[in-house]
């Protein structure tokens, strides 16, 4: 089946610093890459969606100069979260669709961030 | 790592049969999250599941929690159209440090023909 994994799978970091998580389709291709995160009332809340080759959509309320997405490849997209605070601490799910079968979404493990 | 199989990948019902599908690890599970993604939408999370032997029930789905915490089950008892959709459970588990992860299984598509 389908792989996506997620790297780093957890990271610390100080406040005003920037971190970078990426998402990476293994064994697929991925034109359509999205981010979730996920907040303490469990529900999953999407952030972007990210198109290979050009600018990703933004859900209403999340700020794109602070979570920059990047969709350089078929295979790859990075969410860089910018000077980080702790209320951005979080935990981040991508999910990419393949190119020939648009309607199922393959899911990362996820990426903890905590901002000190 | 933890892996969270589902079976089946597909089910094709008529409509008003029911439906289920099943979610299974070699691990013991910590909770059980299920979600349901229409077609083009985006998972929406449906209950978590806590307690060994846990039930619970949403009109017509039912959610089980087996007793070795090792399997979860979602029912739909007669099936409509509206339920037509991917059902993903996934672990959510600890991961150190106050923070968890969430595991997804590759989720079971249902189909419902009128």
């Known amino acids: 089946g389908a792989v996506v994994s997620q790297h780093p799978s957890r990271v610390i970091c100080k406040s005003g610093t920037s971190v970078k998580i990426e998402c990476r389709s293994l064994?697929?291709?991925?034109?359509?890459m999205f981010w979730y995160r996920q907040f303490p009332k469990q529900s999953l809340m999407l952030m972007a969606t990210?198109?290979?080759?050009?600018?990703?959509?933004?859900e209403q309320g999340v700020e794109k100069d602070k979570f920059l997405i990047n969709h350089a490849s078929l295979t790859l997209s990075t969410l860089t979260v910018t000077s980080a605070h702790p209320e951005d601490s979080s935990f981040y799910i991508c999910?990419?669709?393949?190119?020939?079968?648009?309607?199922?979404?393959?899911f990362g493990p996820g990426t903890r961030l905590l901002v000190l | 790592g933890q892996q969270v199989m589902q079976i089946p990948q597909y089910q094709h019902v008529q409509e008003g049969e029911d439906f289920t599908t099943y979610c299974n690890s070699s691990?013991?599970?910590?909770?059980i999250q299920w979600y349901k993604q229409r077609p083009g939408g985006h998972p929406v999370f449906l209950i978590q599941?806590?307690?060994?032997?846990e039930v619970k029930k949403q009109k017509r789905l039912t959610f089980q929690f087996g007793e070795a915490k090792k399997n979860s089950s979602l029912h739909i008892t007669a099936t409509q159209t509206t339920d037509v959709g991917t059902y993903f459970c996934?672990?959510?588990?600890?991961?150190?440090?106050?923070?968890?992860?969430?595991?997804f299984g590759k989720g079971t598509k249902l189909s419902v023909i009128p």
């Open positions: 691990t013991t599970l910590s909770n």
């Open positions: 990210s198109n290979e080759g050009s600018k990703a959509t933004y």
């Open positions: 999910s990419a669709r393949e190119v020939r079968n648009q309607e199922t979404q393959y």
């Open positions: 996934a672990d959510r588990a600890a991961s150190g440090a106050g923070s968890y992860q969430l595991t």
């Open positions: 064994d697929f291709q991925a034109t359509t």
């Open positions: 599941l806590v307690k060994s032997g």
